[in-house]
């Protein structure tokens, strides 16, 4: 009777095993789509010249540099300096944009995260580590949790944009971005921390992720023929990440504001005072 029994109850354990690997092969199937669909868009670092290049021993005494969580929006501005450089004579340029906010305008450091000149070469402008989210002074109401890329020069109407600076504004832009996963053609929402800005402090502003200065300030900058070319700049960027050309994400959900009381991380002598901050308006 006990071996007549075998046959079924072998039956039974094998109908258990065949579900079981029809389950694990489901299972083993569905994590490479689940993989895709949370597939990380990101570009690599190009590269980017230390601020040690151009403050040539011009460092001023200046508090420890403040640090946002991430980075999930960047703003493109032009310096209001001369075109006519050459670019060797970029480190120059820079360090008298430098010196003209700190002496000047008593700033602590460079308003700019990043400085780009005509051939492409990039700079690293406020200090603090260029992988690392470092609170700026570029666009008052909104330097925190977004980068200021610079461009050296003035890019009014009818100034060409130069080809090398823009494809390295763009590969600025993609890697930067990347690093929280957002879509350079995306809008997110920002909230304002001063007044000052386009938005009264504490508005929640929905802006485009890649945006001009005057996104998000009365100012001119970076000049008409810069931020005609900001469309362009986006796309690039996103191929950059490895996104399809075309396919945008609407809007990035995150809301990214003030992480403290006071504005845009210019620490300032004493002060602190972004009401100030003159190249707001300007660069």
């Not at 109908?15 to 990101?42: I, N």
């Not at 540099?65 to 991430?70: K, N």
């Not at 802006?207 to 100012?219: E, F, I, N, Q, V």
Request: charged residues 20%; glycine residues 12%; neutral net charge.
């Amino acid at each position: 009777m006990l071996l007549g029994c075998l046959p079924g109850i072998a039956a039974a354990v094998a109908l258990v095993l065949c579900a079981y690997g029809v389950e694990r092969a489901a299972e083993s199937s569905a994590a490479p789509a689940a993989t895709r669909e949370a597939a990380v868009y990101t570009a690599p670092k190009p590269p980017i010249v230390s601020r040690a290049a151009w403050t040539a021993g011009a460092d001023h005494d200046q508090p420890p540099p403040r640090y946002d969580d991430e980075v999930v929006a960047v703003f493109i501005h032009h310096t209001d300096s001369p075109n006519d450089y050459d670019c060797a004579e970029a480190p120059a340029n820079i360090r008298s944009v430098y010196e003209g906010q700190t002496t000047g305008r008593d700033w602590d450091d460079i308003g700019y995260n990043f400085v780009v000149d005509r051939c492409g070469t990039i700079y690293e402008g406020r200090a603090g580590g260029t992988d690392r989210p470092v609170t700026g002074a570029h666009t008052q109401g909104f330097n925190h949790r977004s980068a200021g890329i610079a461009a050296l020069g003035t890019f009014t109407a009818g100034v060409p944009v130069p080809p090398a600076m823009e494809r390295a504004i763009a590969e600025l832009a993609a890697w930067k971005l990347g690093l929280s996963g957002t879509d350079p053609r995306s809008d997110v929402r920002l909230v304002s921390s001063n007044g000052a800005s386009r938005y009264a402090a504490g508005t929640t502003a929905m802006l485009p992720a890649l945006a001009g200065h005057s996104d998000g300030y009365m100012t001119s900058c970076p000049g008409a023929a810069l931020q005609a070319r900001l469309p362009a700049i986006r796309q690039r960027a996103a191929e950059l990440q490895g996104r399809r050309p075309g396919a945008r994400q609407q809007e990035d959900s995150r809301i990214a504001g003030s992480s403290g009381g006071r504005d845009e991380g210019q620490h300032g002598k004493q002060h602190g005072n972004q009401g100030r901050n003159r190249s707001q308006s300007r660069g």
